[in-house]
């Protein structure tokens, strides 16, 4: 794993991505509850192996989905960065940065499959103010683009992959496809607020807005989708810069759960407990101050 760190006296630059540690660029849309589903690897088995579920087993358990890694998550990255105070607030809710630093700034924005490279982000304009900061923020496009796919038990010892088709769905030949998914809603009617929601990746909100971080009115609206992480509850601490700090190092995490994966539920249907659909899941970052 490659780990690339900064130096604050050279103006921090912002953040490096992992190879092995990947990003989702959102929070899925399936997720309404205050729990996301759990990791396949914990609901199903292991992606290889004797003890993976079969679609029977998948239904009888009442599994609607589970959390997996795509191999393949492209986003266009255009801001981040530390906020002392909940950047999101207010009824209706609305996205402020004035208890905020920006990291990382691009107006082009950055484009990244986080699922397959290192990324190398735009430097800080300055270096971060001396202080502790609960809450970290990412604004990033609407249109995420994905692949992936999952193996089940075939009930004799063998192995069914069910792979992405183009549109999300799922086939059960030749290899995963490409697939998008745009983020322009949170629920069935317009809805551009996520959260605050305790999921398996910690305590994750988000906002649809347009490309001036001002709320979104309407789908047709919606160019950017800024996520806020709350740091004390995905990390244990605030990220906390002081003299002696010399840099800042950030993983963006999505292993087992940057992925959705939902089974068909109707009962008696041919393909109950079968995978249904792919899509996008909750994500955090992993502050490192050295």
């Known amino acids: 794993m490659k780990t690339t760190k900064f130096k604050l006296s050279n103006l921090l630059n912002s953040f490096s991505i992992l190879t092995s540690l990947f990003l989702s660029s959102t929070v899925m849309n399936s997720a309404k509850a205050e729990e996301a589903p759990p990791t396949c690897v ?6 290889s192996g004797g003890d993976l579920k079969t679609a029977a087993q998948i239904a009888s358990a009442d599994i609607g989905a589970c959390l997996a890694t795509p191999s393949r998550f492209e986003i266009d990255i255009y801001e981040m960065g530390l906020c002392t105070a909940n950047p999101i607030s207010g009824t209706p809710k609305t996205f402020s940065k004035s208890n905020c630093i920006v990291t990382m700034t691009s107006s082009a924005g950055v484009t990244a499959d986080l699922a397959s490279a290192t990324v190398n982000l735009p430097s800080s304009s ?3 103010s001396n202080g502790s900061y609960d809450y970290a923020y990412i604004s990033i496009g609407n249109t995420i683009g994905l692949k992936g796919s999952i193996n089940l038990s075939d009930g004799s010892g063998g192995t069914i992959e069910y792979f992405s088709n183009t549109s999300g769905g799922v086939k ?3 290899s995963a496809d490409n697939h998008s998914e745009e983020i322009d809603s949170f629920d069935d009617s317009f809805d551009p607020d996520f959260g605050p929601s305790n999921t398996s990746t910690g305590a994750v909100s988000a906002i649809l807005t347009d490309n001036d971080l001002a709320r979104a009115t309407s789908a047709e609206g919606v160019t950017r989708l800024v996520g806020v992480f709350n740091m004390a509850t ?4 605030p990220v906390v810069i002081s003299d002696s700090s010399s840099g800042l190092e950030v993983q963006l995490q999505v292993t ?3 992925y959705s994966i939902m089974f068909n539920q109707t009962p008696g249907h041919s393909d109950e407990g079968k995978p249904e659909d792919f899509g996008s899941a909750p994500f955090k970052p992993v502050f490192t101050v050295f």
């Open 42 to 47: 914990s609901s199903i088995g292991s992606v």
């Open 126 to 128: 300055s270096r971060p």
């Open 172 to 174: 059960t030949t030749g």
């Open 234 to 237: 995905n990390s244990g601490t």
């Open 256 to 258: 087992d759960g940057g």
